[in-house]
C-alpha cells in the first residue's frame, strides 16, 4: 500500500495516531516469538483499530524494519542494537 498521493486522503484511508502505532508496535513485540495473524492481531489488541488503520500500520512497520510478512501472519523482529543498549544502560535520567 503506497499512501503517497492525495486521491487516497480523500478515499477514505485513516491514518493512525502515535498512541495506536505504539499499542500495535507493544503488541508484537510482546509475541514477537510466534507469527500473529492479521484477525487475530485485531482481535486481541487492547483498543479497536479500523482494518484500514491497521494496515498503514503495519505498512509503516514493514517499511521500517521492524516486521515481516509470512504466511502464518506477521511477525516482529525488530532488536535493539547493543551499542545503543548500552548507552542507555550508563546514562543519567533526568
Known amino acids: 500500500?503506497?499512501?503517497?498521493?492525495?486521491?487516497?486522503?480523500s478515499a477514505g484511508?485513516?491514518?493512525?495516531?502515535?498512541?495506536?502505532?505504539?499499542?500495535?508496535?507493544?503488541?508484537?513485540r510482546e509475541y514477537r516469538d510466534i507469527p500473529v495473524k492479521i484477525a487475530d492481531l485485531k482481535r486481541n489488541l487492547p483498543k479497536q483499530v479500523m482494518h484500514q488503520t491497521l494496515n498503514v500500520i503495519l505498512d509503516y512497520l514493514w517499511r521500517s524494519g521492524k516486521l515481516i510478512y509470512g504466511?502464518?501472519?506477521?511477525?516482529?523482529?525488530?532488536?535493539?542494537?547493543e551499542h545503543l543498549k548500552k548507552m542507555v544502560e550508563g546514562?543519567?535520567?533526568v
Do not use: A, C, F
Not at 500500500?1 to 487516497?8: H, Y
Not at 491514518?15 to 508484537?28: A, I, K, Q, S
Not at 504466511?71 to 542494537?81: A, E, F, L, N
Open 13 to 28: 484511508v485513516r491514518y493512525p495516531n502515535l498512541g495506536t502505532v505504539l499499542m500495535v508496535e507493544d503488541y508484537l
Open 91 to 93: 546514562s543519567l535520567e
Open 71 to 81: 504466511p502464518k501472519g506477521v511477525q516482529w523482529i525488530y532488536s535493539t542494537p
Open 1 to 9: 500500500m503506497v499512501i503517497d498521493n492525495k486521491s487516497e486522503v
